[in-house]
């Protein structure tokens, strides 16, 4: 009988890692979704705000305290906008 995986629990790991970004995701197929159950706010907070594919992989299980981020969600929206823009130019 062969398993397929489609979920990974991360329990006090999950904090630090980019997991919305292709590098972590890697070779993993789409039905994998990871759940974040870390006793901090996760320290890379492109696994708590992130966008695009990965992100909507990624479950972040918190207290409810995400909700009142509003200034570090700008903050890194901003930051983001920024490298954005930066790498654009570096392109051209």
């Known amino acids: 009988m ?3 995986l489609h979920t ?4 006090n790991i999950g904090s ?3 997991l919305p970004s292709s ?3 890697g070779d993993f197929p ?7 159950i870390d006793s901090g706010r996760p320290q890379n907070l492109s ?3 992130g966008e695009g594919e990965g992100s909507e992989r990624v479950i972040v299980w918190d207290d409810g305290g995400a909700e009142d981020l ?3 969600r700008k903050a890194w929206e901003t930051l983001n906008v ?5 790498s654009q130019l570096c392109v051209q």
Do not use: A, C, G, M
């Open 30 to 36: 789409p039905r994998v979704h990871v759940h974040v």
């Open 8 to 11: 990974l629990i991360l329990l």
């Open 47 to 49: 696994s708590l705000f």
């Open 23 to 25: 590098e972590w995701f």
């Open 82 to 86: 920024s490298d954005l823009w930066t």
């Open 16 to 18: 630090i890692l980019d």
């Open 70 to 72: 509003d200034k570090e």
């Open 2 to 4: 062969r398993y397929q």
